[in-house]
């Protein structure tokens, strides 16, 4: 086996030139040598038994040449990658990858000359079956950054001759190799880096695969689905230049990416009790298996509270064709209401006294569910009643008195209650009670009372006063009106020194021997009554 040297820079050759700055600039350079380390740009084999091989070695490496010019220089302390590109020309002729791969540059490259990097070595085989004289040429190639930090690289041509002799006469080789493609069985990961691998075989009695003869083909895995992976027609060679057809396996890509989900609130406040919605859409990401059915949605909204609610989209509301589900997601949301709170004003059941003070009571609340009495709302009170005059009166809460927080107001409540006057009597001589007063028909009886004051002579209701006749009670008390008064006829009037109304009620002779009720209605609703028996 034949040792060569090979020394690689980084221009086309190693003894490009580049003119610059006034003078000449020399880029870093591919550079081989021999063993004595003199730079070789071919080598020949010489002959070569039919069916032999011959090996040699060479060594690259990068050089450092003359003066800097950033674009074709390699950056202080990177690394630079070998590699050996297809070998054209006459088929025979197998160049291995440099080993080792890869040599960092020391630190001063830029500033000196004529410096090398760590020497890398590659085989170059040559051979044949079939006589005659072959030529063909094996590139190698440096890459690297350059001091502007931008991707740099140069090759160098290797021309390599040798001569099949002493051939039997053999029978051409015409059937093309087999290439066998393995895809991986499981699913690959979306994104990931995942490959077949190939195998090529030569039929028996053929001239044999020319290397390699096996290999690894990356697999696409930027989009999920069936995909299929090709190895080229050509992918192997056997000796005799046979090219392998196309070849191919099939494999799947996965995803692991959930699918997102939107979750939708209404930008509105809802109603308390009412249906209402949060809408959802899911997406897939580029590339990723694509949104299982159903893509999209809605959530129905708890409106069973007011105040700030939050709507909830759970795990696994949408998946992709993967099988991916979704993560939780949420929104929020605020629940009205427009009910309004309810005052409920209570006036006395009793009758209240002409001239005196009284309230009514109210408290409010708000209708369950709702947004409770505001805070700066009262929630209680009461309301002066008038007592001014006698009769019916009504009290009321007015409107908007009370107030919920959610801002509705309360409408206007009322109560009714009654004022009559602060009665006295009936006084001498008539009794009240159930004692029956005597009275001569015909006769006029004062019948006195108190109404704590002068309150005008339009004190009576209409058609007051009355008497309703009853049967006698032979077992009653029977007291005898010991004062009565000769008059035309009934009538009313107020004496100031007593501080007594008097009327004055003309009985009537017919009424002899009968039983009755004397009724005295006021015009504030209220009866009096005293029970009569009428003699002769």
């Known amino acids: 086996m034949k040792r060569w040297g090979m020394s690689i820079a980084g221009a086309a050759t190693a003894a490009a030139l580049i003119l610059g700055g006034g003078g000449i600039a020399y880029a870093d350079s591919l550079f081989l040598t021999d063993e004595l380390d003199v730079e070789v740009s071919s080598i ?12 040699a070695t060479v060594s690259l490496a990068a050089k450092r040449n003359g003066n800097v010019n950033s674009g074709n220089v390699f950056a202080n302390s990177s690394t630079v990658t070998f590699s050996v590109l297809p070998t054209t020309g006459d088929a025979g002729a197998v160049a291995t990858q440099p080993a080792p791969s890869t040599a960092a540059l020391p630190g001063n490259w830029v500033a000196s000359n004529n410096i090398f990097s760590t020497p890398s070595d590659s085989e170059i085989t040559v051979g044949g079956s079939v006589e005659g004289t072959y030529t063909s040429k094996v590139t190698y190639k440096v890459a690297g950054t350059n001091t ?14 040798w001569e099949i002799v002493d051939c039997e006469v053999v029978v051409p080789d015409e059937t093309v190799p087999v290439v066998v ?21 030569d039929e028996v009695g053929g001239s044999g695969i020319a290397e390699p003869s096996s290999g690894s083909i990356e697999l696409d895995t930027s989009s999920y689905g069936a995909a299929t992976a090709t190895a080229p027609v050509g992918t192997a060679k056997d000796i005799a ?28 406040d809802v109603l308390l009790g009412s249906s209402a919605e949060a809408t959802w859409v899911a997406t897939d990401e580029a590339g990723g298996s694509g949104i299982a059915e159903p893509s999209s949605g809605s959530i129905d909204l708890d409106t069973s509270s007011y105040g700030p609610a939050t709507a909830t989209a759970p795990a696994g509301t949408a998946k992709d064709l993967a099988g991916n ?20 004003l ?31 709302s009262p929630s209680s009170g009461s309301v002066a009643l008038a007592t001014s005059s006698v009769g019916s009166k009504t009290a009321t809460v007015p409107a908007g008195t009370v107030w919920d927080a959610a801002g509705n107001e309360s409408i206007a409540d009322s109560c009714t209650y009654s004022v009559i006057y602060d009665f006295a009597g009936f006084f001498r001589p008539v009794d009240m009670g159930n004692v029956v007063n005597s009275a001569k028909a015909g006769s006029a009886v004062p019948i006195k009372f108190g109404l704590d ?19 006698c009670n032979a077992s009653a008390t029977i007291d005898a009106i010991e004062t009565t008064i000769t008059a035309g006829g009934s009538s ?8 007594q109304y008097v009327y004055v009620w003309k009985t009537e002779k017919s009424w002899a021997g009968k039983c009755g009720t004397f009724a005295l209605k006021l015009n504030d609703g209220t009866t009096h009554s005293a029970l009569f028996k009428f003699l002769k």
């Not at 931008?150 to 160098?156: D, E, L, V």
């Not at 209570?346 to 505001?374: F, K, Q, R």
């Not at 009313?492 to 501080?499: H, I, T, W």
């Open 148 to 161: 502007s930090s931008a991707a740099f690289s140069t090759t160098k041509d290797v021309t390599v001759s």
């Open 325 to 344: 589900g979704s993560a939780e997601v949420t929104c929020e949301y605020f629940v009205t209401e427009n009910t309004p709170p309810v005052v409920d």
């Open 44 to 55: 020949d084999f010489g002959p070569i038994a039919c069916g032999e091989q011959d090996t």
């Open 241 to 268: 230049g046979n090219e392998s057809a196309e070849a191919t396996c099939a494999y799947f890509v996965t995803e692991k990416t959930p699918p997102v989900v939107v979750l939708t609130c209404p930008d509105e």
């Open 346 to 376: 209570v006036c006395p059941t009793s009758p209240l006294i002409l001239g005196s003070s009284a309230v009514a009571e109210w408290t409010a609340y708000d209708p369950s569910p709702g947004s409770g009495i505001a805070d700066d």
């Open 492 to 499: 009313l009037s107020y004496d100031p020194v007593a501080g």
């Open 181 to 201: 493609v393995t895809c991986p069985t499981e699913e690959v990961l979306r994104g990931s880096t995942a490959y077949a691998t190939w195998v090529a075989t």
């Open 453 to 471: 004051g002068d309150q005008g002579l339009d004190i009576l209701a209409a058609g007051s006063p009355t008497i309703t006749f009853t049967s």
